[in-house]
């Protein structure tokens, strides 16, 4: 120690002293940050459970809110529902009215369509007749009759037991005996062409004379080839 320069013992112990009061400086700032954490905390702990009780009973009382504003909307549309079956009930009934009235509408109308057919009916063919060759030189049928015959060639549709003329066709179990022997229309149709199908383009008429049915226009018959 004798040979340490003063001058070097005296810069030993400032750099010391420094060294002492740095520590001393750092020591007291970690002393105030802890305190100044502690209060931190403890307020921090303190306000929390306030806010968070604030905005609780907040979110409680918007969701209330809603609640209320939720009821009365439900309210309201059962309210129009309500209104909806009402008028709905009211338009069934004043339906089935209607379909009770047209029900009856349409009994009438199909009574009335049934009388109405039945008069048609009437009117229309009530009888046929079944005739066999014509005989040109009495401009008559030879023969007439209310059933098939094997002579049957014709058959005279009447159309009500007064009338006087009656439409004259072709008896179809006929044709192949008309395909046979053409002679036996003379008299009763006009025909053309050569083939083995018959067709006919215009049914004739007969009129009642002298209780003789004569023929008054003549069927227009067409043979062709199958």
């Known amino acids: 120690m004798n040979n340490i320069d003063p001058h070097t013992l005296l810069l030993l112990i400032l750099s010391i002293y420094s060294i002492a009061i740095t520590i001393f400086y750092v020591a007291l700032k970690i002393s105030r940050r802890r305190k100044d954490n502690n209060r931190f905390e403890k307020d921090t702990k303190e306000e929390i459970p306030v806010k968070s009780s604030r905005i609780i009973d907040a979110n409680l009382r918007l969701t209330l809110a809603e609640l209320e504003s939720k009821i009365q909307g439900l309210n309201s549309e059962l309210t129009e529902r309500d209104n909806e079956n009402r008028q709905l009930k009211a338009r069934i009934k004043e339906l089935e009215k209607e379909l009770e009235e047209n029900i009856k509408t349409n009994n009438n109308s199909e009574e009335q369509v049934e009388d109405r057919s039945q008069s048609k009916l009437t009117k229309m063919i009530v009888r046929k007749y079944y005739a066999g060759p014509y005989n040109n030189d009495a401009n008559s049928f030879y023969s007439v009759n209310d059933v098939p015959t094997e002579k049957s060639l014709f058959i005279l549709s009447v159309n009500s037991k007064k009338d006087l003329e009656a439409n004259v066709e072709i008896y179809p179990d006929a044709i192949d005996k008309i395909l046979g022997c053409k002679d ?38 067409k043979f062709v080839e199958k």
């Not at 149709?189 to 004569?214: F, H, P, Q, T």
Request: hydrophobic share 40%; charged share 35%; with cysteine.
């Open 184 to 221: 036996l229309l003379d008299g009763v149709c006009d025909y053309s062409g050569i083939g083995n199908v018959l067709i006919m383009e215009k049914k004739g008429k007969a009129i009642l004379k002298d209780n003789e049915w004569r023929i008054d226009k003549k069927m227009v018959i």
